[in-house]
């Protein structure tokens, strides 16, 4: 019962923060396609990869992939070690997302959005965002 | 961000506690909103260099 209800706050509280982020970025995170991307990861590697791909443009511009792949690394490992850790309990990593509209229906569904891969995508969708307006920073 | 992921990565090499899984959580719950935080100032900042440049003072 402890458990159960402890779960209920974790998520509540990822609910909070998923909300948060939509409200200050205008984007939602669960059904970004980034992380749709990050959620067919099944490895540190994987979803280095996929950031790399992000990083590569903002890399290039501060020329020091280095530095920011090394601290990218570092947090994809970290997180995805604690995610595989069974310790934490599978119920604190559900969270609800919303399907998009369907026939002038909101469909609301549960699914699986491992809170590590949320802090993926974000990272990505924060790479992405800093490269796509380098352009404008270089004239 | 540093220091939250120093906090994590011990985490990661020890048997987690109650208390210490809720500190986890925060953590990361943290990190969620630092990185929205951070892409909504990047998106303003650089969005306004852009009108500022397309739109030169008369």
């Known amino acids: ?139 | 961000m540093a220091h939250f992921m120093n906090r994590l990565d011990f985490y990661t090499r020890v048997p987690l506690t109650g208390a210490m899984t809720e500190m986890i959580v925060k953590i990361m719950v943290e990190m969620i909103s630092t990185l929205a935080l951070v892409t909504k100032q990047i998106k303003q900042k650089r969005t306004s260099e852009y009108v500022a440049m397309c739109i030169p003072l008369v």
């Open chain 1, 1 to 139: 019962m402890g458990d159960q209800s402890q779960s209920s706050r974790f998520r509540a509280l990822f609910d909070s923060a998923l909300q948060d982020y939509q409200s200050q970025t205008c984007t939602t995170l669960s059904s970004h396609p980034l992380a749709k991307k990050l959620q067919d990861c099944d490895s540190v590697e994987s979803v280095t990869a996929v950031l790399q791909e992000q990083a590569r443009t903002v890399s290039d511009f501060r020329g020091g992939e280095g530095r920011i792949m090394n601290s990218l690394k570092t947090v994809v490992s970290v997180l995805y070690t604690l995610s595989e850790n069974s310790d934490l309990g599978e119920a604190v990593w559900l969270v609800r997302r919303k399907a998009s509209r369907c026939s002038k229906r909101l469909i609301l569904y549960s699914q699986p959005f491992p809170p590590a891969n949320a802090i993926f995508a974000a990272f990505a969708i924060l790479l992405a965002v800093w490269s796509f307006f380098i352009p404008t920073c270089t004239s």
